[in-house]
């Protein structure tokens, strides 16, 4: 394995901050894993896995050990008349994943399609997008126990999915190198086009009977237009997640702002729009120096050029005070800081 040293990490990070990392190996196979973390550097220097580096804000340069996740390949564990198990590599591009799914006439994920990153972030974040979240479809996650020093299998009732969260995101963070995830997926078409910019879309086109492959072009067609293009405008996607709160949250703030957004969840739970809250702050648009709030979204902090990522950090800190002085809400970031 070649580590390298002293390496800018501007080409691993989706919001383009230009900083520097100590040391940085790729792993490409489970063996890399083992003989990683039987060296010395392990034990020596913190470190982080990265995939895309499409869900992570570097603040400043990183003194530790970037791993950076290549671990490619697919494998059909198992198949029949209904459904299909694929075991996907967890350094595949998820949209790869996605496209090759839809392509064999395997339902389910398309309307995840275009999110960024590797399979096995999206396993750990739990993505989600258009009414459908990843763990929807999963069967189990395989992966290095850091602390046990073995590679284990943890099936999907013990990852302990939520809203972008998962064990990996509690127990298991910093202990747990995911090498490949299995996914069941439906050989017959199974549809969800209950969210509303999807409605809109097969409305103005007049499709009353989506295929799983309409919902793929839908999704991928409202993406383009809604968000940026990364490699043209660094970001990481949404910075904040949507807060959940209880009923009085919402009857109190229902009292002060009767128009703000409400999404109901189960067990007397909202979801309130961060987006809708921060638009109303008045950062909509907003640009001090490279680091921005993107025009035609509120939640999608970017880097215009040459931000650093403490000026990011900054700003979406000034922006959970003025959301916080408005709304009484906390806004809690979806994207992991990384600072020493
Ligand atoms: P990274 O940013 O590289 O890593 C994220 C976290 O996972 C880090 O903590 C890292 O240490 C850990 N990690 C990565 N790989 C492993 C591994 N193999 N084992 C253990 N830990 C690991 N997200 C959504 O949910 N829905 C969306 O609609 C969405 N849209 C987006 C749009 C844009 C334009 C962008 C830039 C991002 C968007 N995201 C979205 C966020 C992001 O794409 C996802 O969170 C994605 O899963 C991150 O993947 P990654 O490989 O880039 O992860
Ligand atoms: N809105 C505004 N101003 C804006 C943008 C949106 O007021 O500038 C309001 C509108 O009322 C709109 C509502 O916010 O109806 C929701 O907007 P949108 O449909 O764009 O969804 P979101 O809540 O901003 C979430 C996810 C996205 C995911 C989309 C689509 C989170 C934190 N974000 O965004 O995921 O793609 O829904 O399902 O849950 C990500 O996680 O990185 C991400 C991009």
């Not at 080409?11 to 900083?19: E, L, Y």
């Not at 809250?277 to 680091?291: L, N, P, S």
């Not at 800190?317 to 906390?330: G, Y």
């Amino acid at each position: 394995m070649n580590i390298l040293n002293n390496i800018s990490l501007k080409a691993n990070n989706t919001f383009g901050i230009d900083c520097k990392v100590k040391n940085f190996v790729s792993i490409r196979n489970e063996k890399d894993i083992k003989v990683l973390y039987k060296s010395d550097i392990t034990l020596n220097s913190k470190s982080i896995i990265l995939g895309e580096g499409s869900n992570v804000l570097f603040v400043g340069d990183f003194d530790g050990l970037v791993i950076h996740n290549e671990i490619k390949g697919y494998n059909i564990i198992e198949s029949n008349n209904d459904f299909i198990i694929i075991e996907a590599g967890a350094g595949e591009k998820w949209h790869d994943f996605v496209s090759l799914s839809i392509n064999n006439g395997y339902s389910g994920l398309e309307n995840l399609a275009l999110i960024p990153g590797t399979v096995g972030s999206a396993a750990i974040q739990n993505i989600g997008a258009y009414g459908v979240e990843q763990n929807e479809f999963i069967d189990s996650v395989y992966g290095f126990n850091i602390e046990k020093h073995i590679f284990q299998r943890i099936y999907k009732i013990n990852c302990n999915y939520g809203y972008r969260d998962s064990i990996f995101k509690n127990e298991l963070k910093d202990k747990f190198i995911i090498s490949s995830v299995r996914y069941t997926l439906s050989k017959s078409p199974v549809v969800n086009y209950n969210y509303k910019d999807i409605i809109n879309l097969f409305k103005e086109f007049n499709i009353t009977n989506p295929t799983p492959i309409d919902i793929f072009k839908a999704v991928i067609s409202i993406r383009n237009e809604k968000l940026p293009d990364w490699r043209q405008l660094g970001n990481s996607g949404s910075f904040f997640k949507n807060p959940i709160v209880s009923k009085k949250v919402i009857v109190d703030i229902k009292s002060k702002f009767p128009d703000i957004p409400v999404f109901p969840q189960t067990n007397n739970l909202f979801k309130l729009s961060a987006a809708w809250m921060i638009e109303q702050t008045g950062w909509k648009g907003f640009r001090v120096g490279d680091a921005g709030v993107y025009e035609k979204h509120a939640l999608i902090l970017v880097n215009h050029g040459n931000a650093s990522g403490e000026s990011i950090f900054q700003l979406s800190m000034d922006i959970r005070k003025s959301v916080k002085l408005k709304f009484n809400v906390e806004l809690e970031p979806e994207v992991l800081i990384i600072s020493n």
